[in-house]
């Protein structure tokens, strides 16, 4: 039987990054769909912070917008160089 009065651990880096990989998803197939090159757009809106970058199918440029695109960048610079160590 499990002790209810546990304490459990909240991890919400994880929680933060896992939301941020699945917009990314969702943004390029919304990109992908409508016949744009997901990473040009994609980088053109993470330079820029022009959300016209992202077209509006599938709500992909409202939801590319619930995250703060320092947290994109800082997840794709962190996912990279993880990769880069494999």
Do not use: C
Not at 29 to 51: F, K, M, T, W
């Amino acid at each position: 039987m499990k002790d209810i009065t546990e304490t459990m651990s909240f991890k919400s880096d994880e929680l933060r990054r896992d939301n941020i990989k699945h917009i990314l998803r969702i943004v390029k197939e919304a990109l992908d769909e409508r016949g744009y090159n997901s990473v040009n757009q994609l980088s053109g809106y993470l330079i820029s912070n022009d959300p016209a970058y992202i077209s509006s199918h599938n709500n992909a440029r409202t939801i590319i917008q619930t995250v703060e695109r320092y947290e994109i960048i800082e997840e794709l610079v962190r996912s990279y160089l993880e990769d880069d160590q494999n």
